[in-house]
């Protein structure tokens, strides 16, 4: 799309999910431009009522303010040039309208343009939008142009033809000067006082009974409605005034005389309607009123200032199976509808938004014949209801309580929405495309202007399902309002009507294309509305910059049975590019059936469009109903293709289709006269569904057809195609002009913005793979002429003949490539079909793999670059890859029979890839060709696994492929696609594809060539090798965040886990904990449950703050941790000791914020026991210490502590061993009391056996003597055995408490199991009063 024809910024994030488009459309004559800048009010309307007739207000001369200036609508895709119609414009000039200076009422004239319908007596035919109408065909085609003058009330009709309109074009002193005169008029007649506010047509179902006739409506500001009709045979206007009575059930409650044109009914119109030659005389053309107004109460006098048709609509039955039945079709209506039926259903509104439901007879005959008829339903005429939508409280103020809950912003609307007053109707309403609803923007005041606000109100007119029981029918059909949206985008001031610098610009309604088939289910179908803001008639007089034009797209969702539970009304706002769209001609906005949005007119000479699609949202009872691709099969699935409606309505596409090649033919393709697209019935009311397919089944005949194979074959339709197809590259080129030209057809028609956005996909593929193919054969070509060159250059005969030899294989392979572009892949892999299994490749083996990667990568490339440029202006679809936004499916490039030749190709590199270098005769050209084909080819099929996946999440044959593409793909790249060993290439793709083993080892590679370089490295760290950052940037904004929602295939790790498994798995724990300080938790979780590392969990617990954690772990630690064999080997002492006082200081810092004391103590137990064994065994294993002792259990340290005694040289020595020995006695739970003294027993017997003789001397002697020996003999006698030492040591060093107590001699337990070891009662007597001598002493 050209940037210059973008009204509004490029949407860049594909996360976007409302996709909105606007752009410029086409152009309008000079001369209208001319108009429009010299107009003081600028008003106007492009295709209005879709008649294909533009018009403004206004004209160059004496005449300006009566005359309107017409031309043909006319509008351009993106695909084509911007061209101003080629035809005239014709001025048509009022013969009495007579605005009212002051301004205080809209006294501009009132414009109605119908084109060729039944009602206007010509044959029906349904046109899409947006083509001019001339050259069209050679019949005589009536439109009609209805002008009103609201203060004289003269009501005029011009009846144009093309060939007419040609004429008087060219009639210079018409078009020149006082312009087209009317063909007919009749005058209203007007209170004083009284004008004509709304001039509309009627149309619809409900006019069945009345062809052969052409109505209109028309009310004043007196609340007057008037009925016009217009006869062919003579060309006459004739005039109504609707009876204003209030029908009941039992008849109307008050009559009006009715007024009729003419003195004697019927005949008089003929003699005093005024052809478009006579003189206009104001007393020939006088509608008199037959009397004045009876029993009209002050409070019906109301200003009427919008009025719309509402067709019957019939109810929604449901037939024997359950399915809905909705309107029988038209033909079947007018055969069962009676004549007495002819009535239609209207809505007025008043500008204090004050809604009549009118019943409108459309008989066009003379009460005479009304009498003839015999008929009394004609005669029930008037309105059935009167719903005033914003009552007044007592004060004046408005009672908007009807917008507290039902509006988009009620969350935000507690107590704002009183004191209001005023309340305008800001331009005329639209009706909802299913004819339930009715959209009106209306406009609230209070005093204060800043409280200005704008609301566009959606207006039910038929009861909701389930509703309808209980009320009669007069309150059923009721008006309400269903829901409303706040228009927040602009201040209150800005909106103002004192003062304001915006006005409205207009309203149009669209169906809603996601849920297209909602109304059918009943209820109130969803609507998209468009309303149009800009700067007003009196321009921007304010400082600054003026304010851009925005169009506010407002979705209605569809209404089932009640509103709880619904959706609420969604606004978005496109603000408009000022330069390109300075405002907007007043009421322009029109229905735009190219796009589904709308189109209007800027005062730059400009046509513009938008056009909003919002994403499904659904309703709390929809959650389980199947939507888009969920609710079909495949667009090409064998159901569908055999389907009959869906190869009927494909039938009527390639007809349709073959009539616009004509018509684009005749006119030699030039698009200052392009053709009009011209559609049947059938395509316009079938489903999306049964559409789509049929679209796609079509295309694909026309890029499947064979040249010269059929009549919608390329040489044999397309206009642009030489008259012999002489290559298949130019048959390709004349097949992706004639897709081009399918899809505009599409567009013009009106019918493809309801193909849905699989169905579009599919149309792109159509036209990436021309474009694909194209770029195959043209590169083939390409290979063999430069080969070709080379080896003639060089006079090599061998090279020619192996060449010509892989020409002839390559034109074998391709055969038919151009036929069917649909086996685009197939013809690739019948290349790939050439080469050999074994990896013995000849020199016509390495050309075939050359030339086969070659032309992958440029018929890729080139379809890619075709998506990039036609996605948005010709497919109306995303360029970027939306695919994990929806269900779509997935384009060509990701299809499985193109991942497999992908797959297969890089498979072909990897074995002759070295082989075709060492044999290379140009080494650095085939190095370079090498390089781009694996980075293009793996792009490809890395994408395109990617894409599939996506869509198809739960697929494990498709992660299983994925994961085999990435294990292929990245040493490739690594080996081929870098730069002096940069593996930047390979590592942004396994970060674009999550590959997790490639990021870890290129990261690991590259982190050890600047890692431990000492500190004089000049080597720093490269942070695009750098995991740190990968692991730690987890947010959503991070360019990383995509690593940490995704999972290895294999281990089904999240990356974290996977980096810290990897560096375990190699036995690179440092690394693991390292790089685990940027993910502290993944750490923690992955330590916990790595059988590896669990024993080290406890760092992890320290860096955390987990201390409890860590001491615990600590505690627990039984084998080496830092050094030894973990399975086999027993924990050293040195490592204990260091594990110990880690636990002593982490449990220091657990006790602090502790509020458990007692598990605290135990623990502190505990590491206190830990210590003093390995304290004690420092101290017993003194002499031969080299560093690397084991840590010994309590036990063996308790016997080495008896052998150290045993062979101690000296009582000092005795000693000390001895208190070692009741220390790691001692080292155990207070529980443990006996297995204590068990313990300190047999340390106690060793000591004493070591002067074992002397006490038993020293017990015999005091056996013998009398009274026993004195105490200082006896301490004489023992003061210098081991005993006595250490008995003095342990009191008199070791701390008090109960464990000490419980290994002491004269603990009952310990002295008891000495003493029966010793077997001598002297014995224990003597040793018994020694150690309390000594514990007396101390």
């Known amino acids: 799309m050209a940037p210059e024809r973008r009204l509004i910024p490029e949407e860049n994030n594909p996360l976007t999910r409302i996709q909105c488009t606007s752009n410029v459309v086409g152009v309008i004559p000079p001369k209208i431009h001319e108009i429009i800048t010299s107009a003081t009010r600028q008003q106007g309307r492009i295709d209005d009522h879709g008649s294909g007739i533009s018009f403004v207000l206004g004209g160059q001369g004496s005449h300006e303010s009566s005359t309107i200036s017409l031309w043909e609508h006319s509008t351009q895709t993106l695909n084509e040039d911007l061209v101003a119609p080629s035809g005239l414009c014709v001025k048509l000039t009022h013969p009495e309208h007579h605005p009212v200076a002051s301004g205080v009422v809209d006294s ?124 062919s045979r003579p060309l006459t206007l004739h005039a109504k005034l609707v009876k204003k009575n209030l029908i009941t059930e039992n008849g109307p409650s008050s009559m009006e005389e009715e007024e009729e044109a003419g003195i004697v009914r019927g005949l008089y119109n003929y003699f005093t309607t005024p052809s478009k030659y006579t003189s206009h005389n104001e007393d020939n053309h006088v509608m008199d009123a037959g009397g004045d107004d009876v029993g009209i109460s002050d409070d019906e006098d109301e200003n009427i200032v919008a009025l719309a048709l509402v067709p019957m609509l019939l109810p929604v039955l449901n037939n024997e199976r359950g399915a809905e039945v909705t309107s029988p079709p038209l033909k079947v209506r007018r055969i069962s509808a009676p004549p007495s039926d002819s009535c239609a259903r209207a809505l007025s509104l008043s500008s204090s938004l004050v809604v009549k439901e009118w019943k409108v007879s459309l008989f066009a005959g003379s009460e005479s014949e009304d009498v003839r008829t015999n008929s009394t339903a004609d005669t029930k005429e008037g309105y059935i209801s009167r719903n005033e939508l914003f009552p007044r409280y007592n004060d004046g103020t408005l009672n908007l309580e009807c917008l507290r809950s039902k509006s988009n912003n009620a969350a935000h609307m507690e107590d704002d929405l009183v004191g209001y007053r005023n309340v305008d109707i800001l331009t005329p309403p639209s009706l909802g495309m299913d004819g339930r609803s009715l959209l009106v923007v209306v406009r609230i005041e209070k005093e204060d202007a800043e409280s200005t606000r704008v609301y566009v109100l959606r207006i039910g007119l038929a009861p909701l399902p389930g509703e309808e029981d209980g009320v009669d029918q007069r309150q059923r059909c009721s008006p309400y309002i269903l829901d409303a949206a706040w228009l927040d985008r602009f201040s209150g001031q800005s909106l103002s009507s004192v003062g304001g610098t915006l006005e409205c610009a207009g309203l149009v309604t669209a169906e809603e294309v996601e849920e297209e088939n909602v109304a059918l289910a009943g209820g109130v179908g969803g609507v998209v509305a468009y309303v149009g803001f800009g700067p007003g008639d009196d321009g921007f007089s304010g400082g600054g910059q003026p304010p851009s034009v925005t169009i506010s797209a407002v979705h209605f969702p ?27 001609v007043k009421n322009s906005m029109s229905y735009d059936s190219l796009t589904g949005g709308c189109v209007f007119l800027a005062t730059s000479g400009l046509l513009g469009g938008a056009s909003v699609r919002f994403p499904f949202a659904p309703l709390a009872s929809d959650v389980n109903m199947p939507r888009g691709e969920e609710a079909t099969v495949g667009l090409l699935d064998e159901s569908l293709i055999q389907n009959e409606t869906v190869l009927t309505i494909k039938s009527h596409l390639q007809s349709a289709f073959r009539q616009y090649l004509n018509k684009l033919k005749e006119g030699g393709g030039s698009s200052n006269n392009p053709a009009r697209a011209v559609i049947p019935p059938s395509i316009g009311t079938c489903t999306s569904q049964v559409l789509s397919a049929a679209v796609v089944l079509a295309s694909n005949d026309f890029v499947c057809a064979a040249a010269g194979g059929g009549s919608m074959t390329v040489s044999s339709s397309s206009p642009f195609s030489p008259k012999s197809a002489t290559s298949a590259v130019t048959v390709l080129r004349d097949k992706l002009q004639m897709h081009k030209d399918f899809v505009n057809f599409l567009a013009h028609a009106g019918a493809y913005r309801r193909v849905s956005t699989a169905g579009r996909i599919r149309l792109r593929d159509h036209g990436e793979m021309i474009t694909a193919a194209r770029a195959l054969l043209i590169e083939c070509q390409g290979y063999f002429s430069n080969a070709d060159a080379a080896a003639a250059a060089a006079g090599d005969d061998t090279r020619l003949s192996e060449l010509a030899q892989a020409r002839q294989m390559v034109t074998g392979a391709l055969d038919g490539s151009s036929d069917n572009v649909i086996t685009l892949s197939h013809s690739w892999a019948r290349l790939q079909q050439q080469l050999s299994e074994d990896n013995d490749f000849s020199p016509l083996e390495k050309d075939l793999i050359l030339l086969t990667s070659s032309s992958i990568c440029h018929g890729i490339g080139q379809a890619l670059r075709y998506r990039q440029n036609e996605s948005v202006s010709l497919y109306d679809t995303p360029s970027y890859d939306a695919s994990s936004l929806s269900s779509h499916s997935s384009p060509w490039t990701s299809s499985q029979e193109m991942l497999e ?28 060709n090498l390089r781009q084909y694996v980075e293009d080819i793996s792009a490809s099929a890395l994408s395109g696994h990617r894409d599939v996946v996506l869509r198809k999440p739960d697929d494990e044959e498709a992660m299983k492929l994925y994961e085999e593409t990435k294990l292929l793909s990245i040493p490739l790249l690594r080996q081929y696609a ?30 050890n060539s600047w890692r431990f370089q000492g500190p004089f490295s000049d080597q720093e760290a490269d942070e695009r090798y750098d995991l740190r950052p990968m692991l730690s940037n ?25 980096v810290l498994r990897w560096y375990a798995d190699r036995g690179f724990y440092p690394e693991v904990f390292e790089l685990g300080k940027n993910c502290p938790h993944d750490l923690t979780r992955y ?63 657990a006790s602090a914020k502790s509020a458990n004391p007692a598990v605290d103590g135990q623990r502190n137990a505990l590491i206190e026991n830990s210590l003093t064994l390995i304290s004690a065994q420092r101290i017993l294993q003194e002499d031969t210490e080299f560093g690397d002792e084991i840590a010994l259990k309590d036990n063996d340290l308790l016997r080495l502590a008896s052998e150290k005694i045993n062979s101690a040289r000296d009582v000092d020595e005795i000693k000390r061993f001895g208190i070692c020995g009741l220390a790691i006695a001692s080292a155990k739970p207070p529980a443990q009391s006996e297995a204590m003294a068990n313990d300190a027993s047999s340390i106690w017997h060793t000591v004493i056996q070591a002067d074992i003789h002397t006490w038993k001397s020293i017990a015999n002697e005091d056996s013998m003597a009398v009274g026993g020996m004195s105490e200082e003999e006896l301490i004489q006698r023992v003061e210098g055995t081991a005993f006595v030492g250490v008995m003095y040591d342990f009191v008199t060093t070791s701390p008090t ?42």
């Open 558 to 584: 569809s209404v089932k049975a009640s509103m709880d539970g619904g959706s609420l009304p969604r606004v978005k706002d496109l603000d408009l590019y000022s330069n390109v769209i300075p405002s907007v």
């Open 978 to 1007: 870098n730069d002096d060993c940069d593996d930047l290439v390979a590592l942004q793709s396994s970060l674009a594809h999550s590959f997790f083993e490639g990021i870890v080892q290129i990261c690991h590679d590259h982190r």
């Open 901 to 928: 030749v992908l797959f297969t190709q890089l498979q072909a590199i990897q074995q002759a890839g070295e082989s075709i270098l060492s044999t290379s005769l140009d080494f650095e050209t085939d190095k370079a």
């Open 108 to 231: 501009d004239l009132l414009v109605a343009c119908l084109g060729p319908n039944a009602n206007d007596g010509s044959s029906a035919t349904q046109y899409g939008g947006g083509r001019s109408m001339y050259g069209r065909d050679h019949g005589r085609t009536l439109r009609h142009v209805y002008a009103a003058s609201p203060t004289t009330g003269v009501l005029c009709v011009w009846v144009l033809d093309t060939n007419n309109l040609q004429l008087r074009s060219n009639d210079k002193t018409n078009a020149d000067s006082a312009g087209v005169e009317c063909d007919a008029s009749v005058r209203l007649k007007l209170k004083p006082g009284e004008v004509l506010t709304v001039l509309t047509p009627m149309s619809g179902s409900s006019l069945d009974g009345a062809i052969g006739t052409a109505w209109l409506l028309a009310a004043t500001s007196l609340g007057r409605l008037w009925k016009i009709y217009k006869t």
């Open 1087 to 1149: 330590v916990r449950n790595d059988d590896r590392l669990s024993d080290l969990a406890w760092i992890q617990h320290l860096r955390v703050g987990g201390h409890e954690q860590a001491t615990v772990g600590l505690l627990s630690l039984t084998s080496p941790v830092l050094f030894g064999d973990k399975q086999e080997g027993a924990m050293g002492l040195w490592e204990q000791d260091q594990m110990m006082s880690l636990a002593k200081l982490s449990n220091k810092l």
């Open 1034 to 1058: 987890t947010s959503s904004a991070s360019p990383y965040a995509h690593l940490h929602q995704s999972r290895d295939y294999r281990s089904g790790l999240p990356f974290c886990g996977y």
């Open 1297 to 1338: 408490g109960e464990k000490m107590q419980n290994v002491g001699f004269l603990n009952d337990l310990v002295r008891n199991q000495v003493m029966h070891s010793l077997g001598s009662d002297e014995l224990a007597q003597v040793l018994t009063l020694s150690a309390e001598i000594v514990l007396a002493a101390t």
